[in-house]
Protein backbone atom coordinates (compact mmCIF):
# COMPACT_ATOMS: atom_id res chain seq x y z
CA UNK A 1 0.00 0.00 0.00
CA UNK A 2 1.17 3.65 -0.19
CA UNK A 3 2.58 4.69 2.51
CA UNK A 4 4.28 8.42 4.36
CA UNK A 5 8.10 8.18 4.57
CA UNK A 6 10.51 10.17 5.86
CA UNK A 7 14.11 11.03 3.66
CA UNK A 8 16.29 11.37 7.60
CA UNK A 9 16.50 8.93 9.81
CA UNK A 10 18.40 11.38 12.18
CA UNK A 11 19.30 15.27 12.32
CA UNK A 12 22.06 17.13 14.11
CA UNK A 13 21.74 20.57 14.76
CA UNK A 14 23.02 23.23 16.90
CA UNK A 15 21.22 24.80 19.44
CA UNK A 16 20.36 27.53 17.78
CA UNK A 17 20.30 26.39 14.14
CA UNK A 18 17.15 26.18 11.99
CA UNK A 19 16.12 22.74 11.72
CA UNK A 20 14.36 21.30 8.78
CA UNK A 21 12.58 17.39 8.80
CA UNK A 22 11.14 16.13 5.38
CA UNK A 23 8.36 13.82 4.76
CA UNK A 24 7.68 12.39 1.80
CA UNK A 25 3.66 10.55 0.90
CA UNK A 26 2.66 8.46 -2.39
CA UNK A 27 -0.89 8.87 -1.75
CA UNK A 28 -1.92 11.77 -3.99
CA UNK A 29 -5.46 11.49 -1.75
CA UNK A 30 -4.50 12.61 1.02
CA UNK A 31 -5.37 15.81 2.23
CA UNK A 32 -4.57 16.54 5.67
CA UNK A 33 -1.47 16.40 7.16
CA UNK A 34 -0.01 16.41 11.08
CA UNK A 35 3.21 16.68 12.29
CA UNK A 36 3.79 15.01 15.78
CA UNK A 37 6.77 15.01 18.13
CA UNK A 38 7.63 12.57 20.67
CA UNK A 39 9.51 12.96 23.62
CA UNK A 40 11.88 10.15 24.92
CA UNK A 41 9.58 7.98 27.20
CA UNK A 42 6.11 9.66 26.01
CA UNK A 43 3.71 9.72 23.40
CA UNK A 44 3.34 11.76 20.23
CA UNK A 45 2.19 15.23 20.66
CA UNK A 46 0.42 17.51 17.66
CA UNK A 47 2.92 19.96 17.02
CA UNK A 48 1.39 21.21 14.01
CA UNK A 49 -1.12 20.29 10.93
CA UNK A 50 -2.00 21.63 7.37
CA UNK A 51 -4.53 21.10 4.89
CA UNK A 52 -4.11 20.63 1.42
CA UNK A 53 -5.57 23.86 0.23
CA UNK A 54 -2.60 25.19 1.83
CA UNK A 55 0.61 25.28 1.19
CA UNK A 56 2.18 26.69 4.41
CA UNK A 57 1.32 27.08 7.82
CA UNK A 58 2.91 28.70 11.02
CA UNK A 59 3.10 28.31 14.48
CA UNK A 60 5.03 28.99 17.58
CA UNK A 61 8.96 28.56 16.32
CA UNK A 62 7.83 25.96 13.46
CA UNK A 63 6.07 26.32 10.05
CA UNK A 64 4.86 23.54 7.90
CA UNK A 65 5.27 23.64 3.97
CA UNK A 66 3.57 21.35 1.74
CA UNK A 67 4.53 20.88 -1.60
CA UNK A 68 1.22 18.60 -3.32
CA UNK A 69 3.00 18.33 -6.77
CA UNK A 70 5.88 16.52 -6.06
CA UNK A 71 3.72 14.99 -2.60
CA UNK A 72 6.48 16.30 -0.12
CA UNK A 73 5.81 18.33 3.17
CA UNK A 74 8.25 19.70 5.77
CA UNK A 75 8.73 21.15 9.21
CA UNK A 76 10.63 23.89 10.13
CA UNK A 77 11.90 24.53 13.31
CA UNK A 78 13.30 28.23 13.91
CA UNK A 79 15.78 28.80 16.44
CA UNK A 80 16.74 25.10 17.72
CA UNK A 81 16.35 24.57 21.36
CA UNK A 82 17.86 21.63 23.33
CA UNK A 83 14.25 20.70 24.25
CA UNK A 84 13.29 20.60 20.83
CA UNK A 85 15.49 17.07 21.00
CA UNK A 86 13.00 14.10 19.64
CA UNK A 87 11.50 11.73 17.07
CA UNK A 88 8.85 13.60 14.72
CA UNK A 89 6.81 11.81 12.86
CA UNK A 90 4.29 13.06 9.66
CA UNK A 91 1.00 11.64 9.62
CA UNK A 92 -1.39 11.62 6.46
CA UNK A 93 -5.34 11.28 6.45
CA UNK A 94 -7.86 11.76 3.86
CA UNK A 95 -11.15 13.71 4.46
CA UNK A 96 -14.35 11.07 4.33
CA UNK A 97 -12.17 7.66 4.85
CA UNK A 98 -11.96 5.82 7.22
CA UNK A 99 -9.35 8.08 9.52
CA UNK A 100 -6.63 5.21 9.12
CA UNK A 101 -4.05 7.78 9.69
CA UNK A 102 -0.33 6.35 8.05
CA UNK A 103 2.55 8.17 10.16
CA UNK A 104 6.10 7.79 9.10
CA UNK A 105 8.92 5.85 10.65
CA UNK A 106 10.41 9.15 12.32
CA UNK A 107 13.17 11.56 12.36
CA UNK A 108 15.57 12.07 15.32
CA UNK A 109 16.09 15.12 15.63
CA UNK A 110 19.28 16.10 18.15
CA UNK A 111 20.02 19.57 19.04
CA UNK A 112 23.43 20.02 20.36
CA UNK A 113 24.42 22.68 23.21
CA UNK B 1 -6.55 18.73 32.92
CA UNK B 2 -7.44 17.20 29.56
CA UNK B 3 -5.66 14.01 29.23
CA UNK B 4 -5.65 10.31 27.85
CA UNK B 5 -4.38 7.85 30.75
CA UNK B 6 -3.36 4.43 30.13
CA UNK B 7 -2.68 1.25 32.46
CA UNK B 8 -0.54 -0.59 33.53
CA UNK B 9 2.48 1.47 31.98
CA UNK B 10 4.69 -1.20 31.79
CA UNK B 11 3.90 -5.17 31.67
CA UNK B 12 6.14 -8.33 31.49
CA UNK B 13 3.65 -11.41 30.91
CA UNK B 14 3.91 -14.91 29.45
CA UNK B 15 2.15 -16.30 26.40
CA UNK B 16 -1.49 -17.17 26.03
CA UNK B 17 -1.97 -15.46 29.69
CA UNK B 18 -5.00 -13.08 29.08
CA UNK B 19 -4.73 -8.86 29.69
CA UNK B 20 -5.99 -6.13 29.31
CA UNK B 21 -4.62 -2.42 28.82
CA UNK B 22 -6.96 0.55 30.29
CA UNK B 23 -7.67 3.61 28.07
CA UNK B 24 -9.18 6.55 29.21
CA UNK B 25 -10.23 10.13 28.33
CA UNK B 26 -11.57 13.04 29.95
CA UNK B 27 -12.00 14.99 26.99
CA UNK B 28 -15.27 13.90 26.09
CA UNK B 29 -13.85 12.88 22.50
CA UNK B 30 -15.90 10.52 20.19
CA UNK B 31 -13.26 9.05 18.37
CA UNK B 32 -10.50 6.09 19.72
CA UNK B 33 -7.42 4.32 18.88
CA UNK B 34 -4.90 2.12 19.67
CA UNK B 35 -1.66 1.63 18.15
CA UNK B 36 1.49 -0.40 18.09
CA UNK B 37 4.93 1.13 17.56
CA UNK B 38 7.52 -0.74 16.64
CA UNK B 39 11.45 -0.02 15.81
CA UNK B 40 11.55 0.49 11.82
CA UNK B 41 7.70 0.52 11.66
CA UNK B 42 6.37 3.35 13.13
CA UNK B 43 2.77 4.14 14.81
CA UNK B 44 0.33 1.14 13.59
CA UNK B 45 -3.28 1.31 14.21
CA UNK B 46 -4.55 -1.50 15.53
CA UNK B 47 -8.49 -0.57 16.38
CA UNK B 48 -10.22 2.10 16.41
CA UNK B 49 -13.65 2.92 17.43
CA UNK B 50 -15.77 6.88 15.89
CA UNK B 51 -18.06 6.64 19.29
CA UNK B 52 -20.09 4.22 21.76
CA UNK B 53 -20.30 0.39 20.62
CA UNK B 54 -18.92 1.46 17.44
CA UNK B 55 -15.99 -0.11 16.42
CA UNK B 56 -13.31 -1.04 13.47
CA UNK B 57 -10.20 -2.66 12.54
CA UNK B 58 -7.06 -0.71 12.00
CA UNK B 59 -4.13 -1.78 10.06
CA UNK B 60 -3.07 -4.80 12.19
CA UNK B 61 -5.96 -6.19 14.28
CA UNK B 62 -5.02 -9.56 14.10
CA UNK B 63 -4.77 -10.85 18.47
CA UNK B 64 -6.35 -8.06 19.63
CA UNK B 65 -9.85 -6.78 20.83
CA UNK B 66 -11.40 -4.15 21.71
CA UNK B 67 -14.38 -2.86 23.69
CA UNK B 68 -16.45 0.65 23.73
CA UNK B 69 -19.27 0.48 26.28
CA UNK B 70 -18.92 4.11 27.51
CA UNK B 71 -17.57 7.02 25.67
CA UNK B 72 -14.41 7.78 27.97
CA UNK B 73 -12.99 4.26 28.15
CA UNK B 74 -11.36 1.57 24.83
CA UNK B 75 -9.57 -1.09 26.93
CA UNK B 76 -7.16 -2.95 24.43
CA UNK B 77 -7.52 -7.20 25.41
CA UNK B 78 -5.44 -9.47 24.27
CA UNK B 79 -6.89 -12.96 24.61
CA UNK B 80 -3.71 -14.92 24.08
CA UNK B 81 -0.50 -12.83 23.93
CA UNK B 82 2.39 -14.18 21.92
CA UNK B 83 6.00 -12.66 21.70
CA UNK B 84 5.16 -11.31 18.57
CA UNK B 85 3.06 -8.54 20.30
CA UNK B 86 5.81 -7.27 22.38
CA UNK B 87 5.68 -3.53 21.77
CA UNK B 88 4.97 0.52 22.53
CA UNK B 89 1.35 0.56 22.71
CA UNK B 90 -0.54 3.82 22.90
CA UNK B 91 -4.04 4.67 22.82
CA UNK B 92 -5.53 8.26 21.51
CA UNK B 93 -8.65 10.21 20.91
CA UNK B 94 -9.82 13.16 19.13
CA UNK B 95 -12.98 14.97 18.54
CA UNK B 96 -14.33 13.30 16.05
CA UNK B 97 -13.12 10.98 12.93
CA UNK B 98 -12.63 14.36 10.70
CA UNK B 99 -9.57 16.22 10.64
CA UNK B 100 -8.74 17.06 14.57
CA UNK B 101 -5.34 16.33 16.08
CA UNK B 102 -5.33 13.11 18.06
CA UNK B 103 -4.26 13.21 21.78
CA UNK B 104 -1.96 10.16 22.37
CA UNK B 105 -1.89 8.55 25.93
CA UNK B 106 1.64 8.03 27.32
CA UNK B 107 1.79 4.56 26.39
CA UNK B 108 2.32 0.79 27.52
CA UNK B 109 5.30 -1.41 27.36
CA UNK B 110 4.45 -5.00 27.06
CA UNK B 111 6.44 -7.86 27.18
CA UNK B 112 5.01 -11.09 26.22
CA UNK B 113 8.02 -14.14 27.28
Known amino acids: GESVGLHLPTLSVQEGDNSIINCAYS??????FIWYKQESGKGPQFIID?????DKRQGQRVTVLLNKTVKHLSLQIAATQPGDSAVYFCAENIQGGSYIPTFGRGTSLIVHP | EAQVTQNPRYLITVTGKKLTVTCSQN?????MSWYRQDPGLGLRQIYYSMNVEVTDKGDVPEGYKVSRKEKRNFPLILESPSPNQTSLYFC????????????FGPGTRLTVL
Open chain 2, 92 to 103: ASSRDRGQHTQY
Open chain 1, 50 to 54: IRSNM
Open chain 2, 27 to 31: MNHEY
Open chain 1, 27 to 32: NSASDY
